[in-house]
T-cell receptor, first 111, second 115 residues
Framework: RKEVEQDPGPFNVPEGATVAFNCTYS??????FFWYRQDCRKEPKLLMS???SGNEDGRFTAQLNRASQYISLLIRDSKLSDSATYLC????????????FGAGTILRVKS | GAGVSQTPSNKVTEKGKYVELRCDPI?????LYWYRQSLGQGPEFLIY????????DSGLPNDRFFAVRPEGSVSTLKIQRTERGDSAVYLC?????????????FGPGTRLTVL
């Protein structure tokens, strides 16, 4: 079983739609959680950190459920420019400082 | 300011050859990481440096892979006797310090193709 699992998609949505991605992680010792965005043939870039209380950044909302070991990302009012691969990422204390990435969820926003 | 830079951006080599991939971290960042990303997968950790020393090399797949950071800044990932399975994008990242609370900033990667 992979340490971080995501639905690979692709999610094909129209502009203006709301879309949600989910991610599960297997190690209960995971302590930090992130969503990274990766455009085609580019490097991953931090989209947002995920906190236990949930957090919002503009059209993006991230939630963490430690009991279920589940992370979500909600994108409201999708834009064409949101098309990318969204990587769910965890940091596990016992693993030191390395990040453990999911395989990513592909989002395609169409006009 | 300048981000993480990596050279070369693309490297094509033949099976059995030796390659070196270079990473220049963001100035002032003490932690440096190497990851490898295969098509359709997320990046996988290879090795992490805190200063000049390799603090965690548990992700290196075998002894053909080696990395150095002699002066605590630039790092070189070295691959001996390359195999076709080594073909991937090699990503370098740096952070201000070690710890999950510090954002890791990624370079554009080196796309390695082993023929």
């Amino acid at each position: 079983r992979k340490e971080v699992e995501q639905d690979p998609g692709p999610f094909n949505v129209p502009e203006g739609a709301t879309v949600a991605f989910n991610c599960t992680y297997s190690n209960s010792a995971s302590q930090s959680f992130f969503w990274y965005r990766q455009d085609c043939r580019k490097e991953p870039k931090l989209l947002m950190s995920v906190y236990s209380s949930g957090n919002e950044d503009g059209r993006f909302t991230a939630q963490l459920n430690r009991a279920s070991q589940y992370i979500s990302l909600l994108i409201r009012d999708s834009k064409l420019s949101d098309s990318a691969t969204y990587l769910c990422v965890v940091n596990v204390m016992e693993y030191g400082n390395k990040l453990v990435f999911g395989a990513g969820t592909i989002l395609r926003v169409k006009s | 300011g300048a981000g993480v830079s990596q050279t070369p951006s693309n490297k094509v080599t033949e099976k059995g050859k030796y390659v070196e991939l270079r990473c220049d971290p963001i100035s002032g960042h003490t932690a440096l990481y190497w990851y490898r990303q295969s098509l359709g997968q997320g990046p996988e950790f290879l090795i992490y440096f805190q200063g000049t020393g390799a603090a965690d090399d548990s992700g290196l797949p075998n002894d053909r892979f080696f990395a150095v950071r002699p002066e605590g800044s630039v790092s070189t990932l070295k691959i001996q006797r390359t195999e076709r399975g080594d073909s991937a994008v090699y990503l370098c990242a740096s952070s201000f310090a070690a710890g999950g609370q510090y954002t890791q900033y990624f370079g554009p990667g080196t796309r390695l193709t082993v023929l």
